[in-house]
């Protein structure tokens, strides 16, 4: 009998499907470490995409920025030689010698800095700029707004001028820039460091378009509205046309054309107790008012330039607040 038991060897633990607890142990461990693999991918991937959609936001900004202030600057040249803004070295940033090769002083930049103030605004840049949509620029014979029998001014529309043209830029509450295209240098400055002088006279055509007085705009005073020959000040459509640069011998016409007032300045806001700066374009209104928008975020400064005043060309340059640097060339 005693020969007949079998002597039985301790067998390891094994659960119900044949898995030995070791076995278990490890299977466990994997699973875990997967589980931490999958969340370290995953915590990998929303950043990623966090990342990648903060970047595509700001791109986005970007193009919109530079888009807005391109099609702007494109439609500056009424600026030049019409508006005085002394830039950062006192210099006017839109003389235009367009007469003469400039040698010295012929760079010209305007900056604009987010202030440290919540609230606060930068200093501004104002631009003529066309304005397609109300009318196309138009060439006028100074003939047509006075009386035939005498040298009496009667009105820019006189005898219905305007209505009888197509796509007109005669149009109520908007308004017109009036100007020859031959400029008056009083000295000659052979370096070219000073811009002649255009004669030109802005201003907002009454509800009643039939009326011969423009509102007159000064651009916040920046307008220059004097003949430089005998200091005289273009106070009307009137003397403007009687002080057009007249050359004996060649059809002595002036230009009429739809424009606005754009001005530009950074305003100082918090967010999530950050301060950042908002670029805003605003629009000037026949009020008197402002219309504005904002076209650029966490703008820290904007930096307007000229490389050289015998080009008309307006180069921008604006600095986020995460000290990357966008230029807009036209």
Known sequence: MVNDMKIMKPKEIINDYG????????????????????GAIFDIVRKDVSLSRD???????????????????????????SLSLPDD??????????DISCVTNCKREFNLYRESVEGAYSKTISFIVSDGVNGEELMYNPVDAYSKNSL????LNHGNFFEKRYNSPWRKNKLVYLYASRTIRVKDFTDGSSAPHKIAYMGWVPRDQHL???????????FISIDPRDKTRITSSDKMLRRAPYVEGLGNFVFISAVKIVRYKIQTIKENGVLVGKLLREVKLPTGEWKSQIVGHNINMVSFYRETIDSPSISVEFNRDDNKKKEVNP
Do not use: W
Request: charged share 25%.
């Open 212 to 222: 011969g007085k423009l509102i007159p705009e000064d651009v916040d005073k920046q």
């Open 152 to 155: 009496e001014f009667k009105s």
């Open 89 to 98: 070295m006192n210099r006017n940033f839109f003389d235009f010698t367009s």
């Open 19 to 38: 898995f030995t607890m070791v076995e278990m142990l490890v299977a466990a461990s994997m699973v875990g470490l997967l589980f931490m693999a999958g």
């Open 55 to 81: 970047n595509m936001i700001e791109t986005l900004d970007n193009l919109y920025t530079e888009q807005i202030i391109k099609e702007d600057i494109l439609h500056a040249k009424h600026s030049l030689n």
